[in-house]
């Protein structure tokens, strides 16, 4: 059963700081892993998927990185705004979605 | 272009009673998923349809069922409602899921079982 691990639970930032955001799964048969993010009680909105053939995939001050061999993913994004406070989710994708249970980060302006 | 539409937003049930959630893909897309979040569980996948059939199922009761239709819109059911229901309910929709795409979701039915 795949198991998807994010690391830290929370986080909190001053503005303009870059943020890591850590994410581990067990299983390395997947089609591709996911970016999320999540305002609250919201809907989750796709930030960046990254296939399983690739090792990384930029959006804007988004940068995502995959290696499938050690089960991990993680996401950086550049100089933070208060606007980035949310929830972020990755997901791996094998025959469905498994999801961690998210960082919840705040960015201080 | 439209995104993932799901209707209603926020229902109160009562227990006992059978509820009906309703999803619109975005427009192409084929593929329908289905998750439950809660605080304590997280984001749980319910199932996924494909053309109409259900392709994928996850470890849920036979309480919750769903289907496709044609125009591959999909509507999910739950019968005989439970406290432990109460949920985010949230539809993923995809252009054929599982390899390489993209999946998008909606903003979510909100149910709340008295």
């Known amino acids: ?109 | 272009k439209a995104g993932v539409t799901q209707t209603p937003r926020y229902l109160i049930k009562t227990r006992g009673q059978q509820v009906t959630l309703s999803c619109s893909p975005i427009s192409g897309h084929r593929s329908v998923s289905w998750y439950q979040q809660t605080p304590g569980q997280g984001l749980q996948f319910l199932f996924e349809y494909f053309s109409e059939t259900q392709r994928n199922k996850g470890n849920f009761p036979g309480r919750f069922s769903g289907r496709q239709f044609s125009n591959s819109r999909s509507e999910m059911n739950v019968s005989t409602l439970e406290l432990g229901d109460s949920a985010l309910y949230l539809c993923a929709s995809s252009l054929v899921g599982n390899v390489n795409t993209e999946a998008f979701f909606g903003q979510g039915t909100r149910l709340t079982v008295v």
């Not at chain 1, 299983?27 to 989750?44: C, E, H, M, T, V």
């Not at chain 1, 950086?76 to 990755?90: H, K, M, R």
């Open chain 1, 1 to 109: 059963k795949q198991e998807v691990t994010q690391i830290p639970a929370a986080l909190s930032v001053p503005e303009g700081e870059n943020l890591v955001l850590n994410c581990s799964f067990t299983d390395s048969a997947i089609y591709n892993l996911q970016w999320f993010r999540q305002d609250p009680g919201k809907g989750l909105t796709s930030l960046l998927l990254i296939q399983s053939s690739q090792r990384e995939q930029t959006s804007g001050r988004l940068n995502a990185s995959l290696d499938k061999s050690s089960g991990r993913s993680t996401l950086y994004i550049a100089a933070s705004q208060p606007g980035d406070s949310a929830t972020y989710l990755c997901a791996v994708d094998d025959y469905k979605l498994s999801f961690g249970a998210g960082t919840t980060v705040t960015v201080r302006a």
